[in-house]
């Protein structure tokens, strides 16, 4: 079930670059991407210390 989990989210992240790049908003959505990313570096920091 993890695998097909997975298969979806993978899925899921190339739709969403297929439609940024559509209406031209790929540098938002690197940003985006970017910012969640270090984001959530920082809380599990936090709680991992």
Do not use: E, P, Q
């Amino acid at each position: 079930m993890n695998k097909f989990r997975g298969y979806l989210y993978k899925t899921a992240r190339i739709m969403g670059d297929i439609n940024a790049i559509k209406k031209g908003t790929v540098g938002k959505r690197i940003a985006r991407r970017m910012a969640g990313r270090f984001t959530g570096k920082a809380i599990f920091r936090r709680i991992f210390k």
